[in-house]
């Protein structure tokens, strides 16, 4: 049905992916508008991680989605500490073109790294959303456990785990 393959991300890739973050986190809950530049320079932070994972799907011509994770660190999300099972990687970001979803292309990325982070060691796969009608569900069916909103600086964000 889908027709769509899943590669590694590339350096050259910054700016397709840039393009799509700024479109995807445009729309409800995010509503994020920031500058190519800085959307850019988000990218750039993120593929530069230590460890990092990153996919990206394309179509015949174009990428249309993207998946971000690397390494969890001790400072980041540290009201999540009592729960943590360490090493865990941290999902950072995905995104799907809107003209491109409902094909399982989220789905595919997300089963691809969770693969990878079994292979080199990962205890957990860590993630957050707000409100959100897919990706609730998407972590639900990927056996990701809630642990609801537990971010006091941001009580709208939604923890999820999934134990490997
Ligand atoms: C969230 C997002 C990445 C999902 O991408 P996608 O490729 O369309 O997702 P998939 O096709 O793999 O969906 C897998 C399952 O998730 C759930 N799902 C996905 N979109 C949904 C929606 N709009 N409403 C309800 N359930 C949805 C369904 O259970 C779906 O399975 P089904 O199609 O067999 O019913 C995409 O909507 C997106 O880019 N949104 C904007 C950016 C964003 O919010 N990113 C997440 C930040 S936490």
Redesign the pocket.
């Given at each position: 049905m889908a027709n769509f393959k899943i590669r590694d991300y590339r350096r050259e890739d910054e700016s397709a992916v840039a393009d799509l973050y700024m479109l995807?986190?445009a729309?409800p809950?995010?509503n994020k508008r920031i500058s190519f530049d800085k959307a850019s320079g988000e990218v750039h932070g993120n593929s530069v991680q230590p460890a990092f994972i990153g996919l990206v799907?394309t179509d015949a011509e174009n990428i249309v989605?993207f998946r971000f994770a690397y390494p969890l660190t001790e400072n980041v999300f540290r009201f999540l500490s009592p729960v943590i099972k360490r090493p865990a990687l941290n999902s950072a970001?995905?995104?799907?073109?809107?003209d491109?979803?409902?094909?399982?292309?989220?789905?595919?990325?997300?089963l691809e790294t969770i693969k990878r982070a079994y292979e080199k060691g990962f205890k957990q796969l860590v993630?957050?959303?707000?409100n959100?009608?897919?990706?609730?569900?998407?972590y639900a069916?990927l056996g990701y456990k809630s642990l609801g909103r537990m971010d006091p600086q941001d009580p709208e964000r939604i923890y999820y785990v999934l134990d490997l």
């Open positions: 995807t986190f729309e809950p995010w799907a989605g970001k995905i995104g799907v073109h809107p491109y979803r409902r094909r399982g292309i989220a789905r595919t990325m997300m993630g957050r959303t707000k959100h009608d897919a990706m609730g569900p998407l069916e």
